[in-house]
Each structure stands twice: as C-alpha cells, then as structure tokens.
C-alpha cells in the first residue's frame, strides 16, 4: 500500500505570509497531484506533476515534484484571504494500477486578513 | 456542461438498511473512483474502474459494491449500512489526462 504524508495539518497564517506544505512518501508515484476543496465541494485540481524534479508555477502557487518522483511541495507566496482552503496532494500509481490515487491527510490553511 | 453528478447530496440511513449512491460523467471517461473523505484522513479509495465492465478495489472495500455497466454510470452500493460508513462519498473520474474530475459529493450518516 502506498502512503501519502502529508504536512502541515493545519497552517493558520496572516495576509502576505508565504508558505510551504509538504507531502512525503517512500513510494514512487508516476504523477503527484495537488488539489483544492472547498467546504461543501468536490476537490478541484490544481495541477500535475509528471517528472522528476519538475516545477510549475500558478501565478502566486509553486508546485515541485522531487527528483526521485517520491515528494512533493506547494509554494504560495503573499498568500491571500482567498487561498483559505482544504489542500490535498495525490500520487497517481503506475504500471497495472494506473489511475488509481493515494491521497495525503490535506492540509487547512486559514490565511486571515 | 454537468460533469460529475451525484445523487442524493445528503442521507440518513438507519444501521442495517441498503441504498444506492448514484454517480454520473458526461465526459465520455474511462476512468471513475469512489472515495470517502473522513476528517484528517484525506480521501481514500473505496471502488476503482478503468472502463465499462470491469471494476477493482481500492483501500477500503468492505461493505461497499460497484459495478460499470455503462461508460457514464457507476453506482455505490451499501450493503447493510453501519456506523462506521457516516463519511462524505465523493465520486471522480479522468480521461486521459491525470487529473480526476469530482462530483459535488454525497454525505451520509448511519443511525
């Protein structure tokens, strides 16, 4: 079974403040997702990593897959009230289980104003 | 463009009773999962298919049925609902792209 550690649970930060969540495994995952939810909603993806030591950007948000495809981290820099949310890393397993996800713990991140 | 439908958005089931979880995608995917989401433990995979007829298990299967008869629909079965099955049930699914699409979930509490 693969795990997903996903930190910190919780990240309750001021307007501005830059952050960083981090999601560890001792698996290799071929892909890692980043999500976001909203109370009462479905998660909504926010991007995919696919190789090793990959980086993309989402205007204020920096996605990193590490080298070894095994972790991941999200950036957000001068994080606004509007970040507040439920984020949640995903690695996509390959081979014959391709397209099946493992899910960290989320993290809530409360950004106040 | 509707996406991922699940129906109903909200249940009380009494301990012992059955009932169906519906889940649509118009997006013509191969893919589609269920999940449930439990606080502090993210979501975690119940039921998985990669296409019409075949369905496998995920981490938590127990009490759970699914089936794909067509490439739109993939119904979540409680068998004999329990306590332990009070969770919000999401339902997603993916072409081919990697990342999944999700309905809006379903919350169900067990009495």
């Known amino acids: 079974t693969q795990l997903l550690e996903q930190s910190p649970q919780f990240l309750s930060i001021q307007e501005g403040e830059n952050l960083t969540v981090y999601c560890n495994s001792s698996?290799?995952?071929?892909?890692l997702q980043w999500y976001r939810q909203e109370p009462g909603e479905g998660p909504v993806l926010l991007v995919t990593?696919?190789?090793?030591?990959e980086v993309k950007k989402l205007k204020r948000l920096t996605f990193q897959f590490g080298d070894a495809r095994k972790d991941s981290s999200l950036h957000i820099t001068a994080a606004q009230p509007g970040d507040t949310g439920l984020y949640l890393c995903?690695?996509?397993?390959?081979?014959?289980?391709?397209?099946?996800?493992?899910f960290g713990q989320g993290t809530i991140l409360t950004v106040h104003p | 463009n509707a996406g991922v439908t699940q129906t109903p958005k909200f249940q009380v089931l009494k301990t012992g009773q059955s009932m169906t979880l519906q889940c649509a995608q118009d997006?013509?995917?191969?893919?589609m999962s269920w999940y449930r989401q439990d606080p502090g433990m993210g979501l975690r995979l119940i039921h998985y298919?990669?296409?019409?007829?075949?369905?496998d298990q995920g981490e938590v299967p127990n009490g759970y049925n699914v089936s794909r008869s067509t490439t739109e629909d993939f119904p979540l079965r409680l068998l004999s609902a329990a306590p332990s099955q009070t969770s919000v049930y999401f339902c997603?699914?993916?072409?081919?792209?990697?990342?999944?699409?999700f309905g809006s979930g379903t919350r169900l509490t067990v009495v």
């Open positions: 995903a690695g996509g397993a390959g081979g014959t289980s391709y397209g099946k996800l493992t």
């Open positions: 997006m013509n995917h191969e893919y």
């Open positions: 997603a699914s993916k072409g081919t792209n990697y990342g999944y699409t």
């Open positions: 990593v696919v190789t090793g030591g």
């Open positions: 698996s290799v995952f071929s892909s």
């Open positions: 298919s990669v296409g019409a007829g075949i369905t």
